[in-house]
């Protein structure tokens, strides 16, 4: 399973929705239901227009299993460094427990 992170590439390069959109022939719609992890059985050819829009390789469109869990993993040691509070840590680990739960889907 992967956490796509387009909108954020997207938003990197002063792209808008819109824009990319229209240069991928995709309707802004159903680009927002892929930039919000919706939609789990998107194209490969969907993904390289994406990418090639983006001047990235598809594999650079997303987040693995390990990707999160080597940031669960910088978390907690960033939590020990620094002694976040704990209302900070709570939001830090939610967000990725929410993308971790994508896993199940």
Same mark, same amino acid.
Do not use: P, W
């Given at each position: 399973?992967?956490?796509?992170?387009?909108?954020? /590439? =997207?938003?990197? =390069?002063?792209?808008?929705?819109? #824009?990319?959109?229209?240069?991928?022939? /995709?309707?802004?719609?159903? /680009?927002?239901?892929?930039?919000?992890?919706?939609?789990?059985?998107?194209?490969? @050819?969907?993904?390289?227009?994406?990418?090639?829009?983006?001047?990235? @390789?598809?594999?650079?469109?997303?987040?693995?299993?390990?990707? #999160?869990?080597?940031?669960?993993?910088?978390?907690?040691?960033?939590?020990?460094?620094?002694? /976040?509070? @704990?209302?900070?840590?709570?939001?830090? @680990?939610?967000?990725?427990?929410?993308?971790?739960?994508? =896993?199940?889907?």
């Amino acid at each position: 399973m992967f956490v796509f992170i387009i909108k954020e /590439l =997207r938003e990197e =390069r002063g792209i808008t929705l819109k #824009q990319l959109a229209k240069k991928i022939e /995709l309707s802004k719609r159903h /680009l927002i239901k892929i930039e919000r992890n919706e939609i789990h059985d998107i194209k490969l @050819s969907t993904l390289y227009k994406i990418a090639h829009e983006l001047g990235i @390789s598809i594999t650079n469109l997303y987040y693995t299993m390990e990707d #999160q869990e080597k940031l669960r993993n910088e978390m907690y040691m960033y939590i020990d460094k620094c002694g /976040l509070n @704990s209302k900070e840590a709570k939001k830090i @680990s939610e967000i990725l427990d929410m993308l971790q739960n994508f =896993r199940n889907i």
